[in-house]
Antibody
Framework: EVQLVESGGGLVQPGGSLRLSCAASGFTFSTYDMHWVRQIIGKDLEWVSGIDTGGGTHYPGSVKGRFTISRDNSKNSLYLQMDSLRAGDTAVYYC????????????WGQGTLVTVSS | EIVMTQSPATLSVSPGERATLSCRASQSVNSDLGWYQQKPGQAPRLLIYAASTRATGIPARFSGSGSETEFTLTISSLQSEDCAVYYCEQYKDWPTFGQGTKLEIK
């Protein structure tokens, strides 16, 4: 069974940093592209980063230069380093698996809440 | 960026009736279109990919159609457990999602 379990969310002040982790199991992690998607509470979904099997990384303009995605295949783990956080980054962050080398998300974790507030 | 627009924002359907949800892309995405279901307090779940292929374990009452810029998700006979928000996603380019359609039981 595919499982994705996020951790590391919490309350952080504007301008601060936070590192999210995602523990993957039930599949060969190294052979899948992985992504982070966020959702402002009850609202829109926004893709915030992706990393392919070769370690190539991709970001939308809204987070480029502030967020860094990485992976450790030896630990079956995905990470998201978030710096210079803003109130608008407040959301639930989901770890997702990309299907067949696309950005279609076939499995999602349960999410971790990040709140940016003073 | 490809903008995805869903309609209606809210849909009320009686049990056993058909529900039809729409998704429009601002430019062609070929058939690189997925549909997700999200229930309160849960993560989205993949229902449909490649515009019309059901994901593993998805009941046959869910079907998808369309190509290029116009897509439809149909639930042939609505069950109470189908109450949820439904999102479309294009993955032809860097992924973008529609704003969702909330499906309610009438």
């Amino acid at each position: 069974e595919v499982q994705l379990v996020e951790s590391g969310g919490g309350l952080v002040q504007p301008g601060g940093s936070l590192r999210l982790s995602c523990a993957a199991s039930g599949f060969t992690f190294s052979t899948y592209d992985m992504h982070w998607v966020r959702q402002i509470i009850g609202k829109d979904l926004e893709w915030v980063s992706g990393i392919d099997t070769g370690g190539g990384t991709h970001y939308p303009g809204s987070v480029k230069g502030r967020f860094t995605i990485s992976r450790d295949n030896s630990k079956n783990s995905l990470y998201l380093q978030m710096d210079s956080l803003r109130a608008g980054d407040t959301a639930v962050y989901y770890c997702t698996r990309g299907r067949d080398r696309t950005t279609l998300m076939d499995y999602w974790g349960q999410g971790t809440l990040v709140t940016v507030s003073s | 960026e490809i903008v995805m627009t869903q309609s209606p924002a809210t849909l009320s359907v009686s049990p056993g009736e058909r529900a039809t949800l729409s998704c429009r892309a601002s430019q062609s995405v070929n058939s690189d279109l997925g549909w997700y279901q999200q229930k309160p307090g849960q993560a989205p779940r993949l229902l449909i990919y490649a515009a019309s292929t059901r994901a593993t374990g998805i009941p046959a009452r869910f079907s998808g159609s369309g190509s290029e810029t116009e897509f439809t998700l149909t639930i042939s006979s609505l069950q109470s457990e189908d109450c949820a928000v439904y999102y479309c996603e294009q993955y032809k380019d860097w992924p973008t999602f529609g704003q969702g359609t909330k499906l309610e039981i009438k």
